[in-house]
């Protein structure tokens, strides 16, 4: 049974930037997708990124052109890099892959 750990959440002020790990306690199969996804106060979780091969991310249009997502299959793990962040991207990042889910970080944008 694989397992999901996230990383890199933290307080940033408005404008900086992150970067999320989340890191596979087993094998992931590369063509199966790693998402992630954050859930901000008060809100429903929701989309942000996803990657099934090293040339197939797929961005929510509110990170689009800010986040970069990326994965080493190798290594098992899958980041996030965040920049030009904004308080609205403040709230808990979770990686899910196939129906798995990491316990999520915190990350939070200071304005």
């Known amino acids: 049974q694989v397992e999901l750990v996230e990383s890199g959440g933290g307080l940033v002020q408005d404008g900086g930037s992150l970067r999320l790990s989340c890191q596979a306690s087993?094998?992931?199969?590369?063509?199966?997708?790693v998402t992630w996804y954050r859930q901000g106060p008060g809100k429903q979780r929701e989309f942000v990124a996803s990657i099934r091969s090293g040339r197939d991310p797929r961005y929510a249009e509110s990170v689009e052109g800010r986040f970069t997502i990326s994965r080493d299959n190798a290594k098992r793990t899958v980041t996030l890099q965040m920049n030009s962040l904004k308080p609205e991207d403040t709230g808990i990042y979770y990686c899910?892959?196939?129906?798995?889910w990491g316990q999520g970080t915190q990350v939070t944008v200071s304005s």
């Open positions: 899910k892959y196939d129906d798995i």
């Open positions: 087993g094998r992931i199969g590369s063509l199966v997708p």
